[in-house]
């Protein structure tokens, strides 16, 4: 009696590749990947970090049009625009060595429905700052650039002066927290990502109610003090930053996380031959 051999069938890898099962249809390995040899050790408060680059995400929130731009939704109301902006030079600098170092991006931007159908009157009326004459979400301004962080209109995406790599993510949101009815929570767990430094605007508004619950839903929470900032009184950034060293994670900043990524990239086992 001859026997038949099966042909060899390859092993493929499925998912993200910090989260990825590996097999074939006759076996599966469901073991993740070790953590790197070396990490990144980084000066933090309360305490010194080491963090795995391959499960970390820069995570930069609201650097849009209609926040961040002159003739964008906030600056055509009136308001002042200059917090908004002073993050752009810390993250176009921030950007590329971290990426270089195997680190993740997602950008995290207001993308609300054409229809508002999902926004409750609490955030409408917050919105248009309890004024019929004012501009509100999905509404357009006086200088006509489309409807205000509409998905996909010109006010929701992201400010030229910070560019998007082909393996970033971007993850729309509704909300001030970005976990709020929105698949970050699933798009980070897929990716295999556990640790989130966060960078953007506004510091005590989408940047804290974010921090917040990615620490409830057991996240590693890092704040870039230097890459986020926010129109309010300096006492409120400073009562954040109390409350995250206190209560959900740790901050750095810019400087930390450069020195860091410097010391990593110059080390032997991560040189160039």
Not at 154 to 159: D, E, H, S
Not at 226 to 231: H, I, L, N, R, Y
Request: proline fraction near 6%; glycine fraction near 8%; include cysteine.
């Amino acid at each position: 009696m001859s026997s038949t051999r099966e042909p060899f069938e390859p092993l493929a890898s499925f998912g993200a590749t910090h989260n990825a099962w590996v097999g074939n249809s006759q076996h599966v390995s469901l073991l993740r990947q070790t953590p790197v040899a070396q990490p990144l050790h980084l000066q933090a408060e309360p305490a010194t970090l080491e963090i795995d680059l391959a499960r970390s995400a820069l995570v930069i929130v609201d650097m849009q049009n209609d926040f961040c731009h002159p003739q964008g939704w906030f600056a055509q109301r009136g308001f002042d625009i200059s917090a908004a902006r002073r993050p752009i030079n810390t993250l176009s600098a921030l950007l590329p060595p971290w990426r270089a170092a195997g680190g993740r991006v997602l950008w995290l931007n207001w993308g609300i429905r054409a229809d508002r159908a999902n926004l409750p009157p609490g955030v409408l009326y917050k919105g248009k700052a309890g004024k019929a004459s004012n501009t509100g979400y999905g509404e357009v301004s006086p200088e006509d650039h489309g409807a205000a962080l509409v998905r996909g209109s010109w006010g929701a995406a992201r400010i030229d002066e910070l560019t998007a790599a082909e393996a970033d993510i971007c993850v729309d949101k509704h909300r001030l927290s970005g976990f709020y009815d929105s698949e970050l929570d699933g798009v980070l767990r897929a990716q295999g990502i556990t640790s989130l430094l966060f960078a953007g605007i506004n510091t005590d508004r989408c940047v804290f109610s974010t921090l917040q619950d990615a620490g409830f839903l057991g996240y590693d929470c890092l704040l870039l003090r230097d890459a986020c900032d926010t129109p309010s009184p300096p006492y409120v950034s400073d009562s954040i930053h109390f409350l995250v060293r206190l209560l959900h994670g740790f901050i750095t900043d810019s400087a930390a996380l450069h020195a860091a990524l410097s010391a990593r990239s110059d080390s032997p086992s991560h040189a160039q031959p």
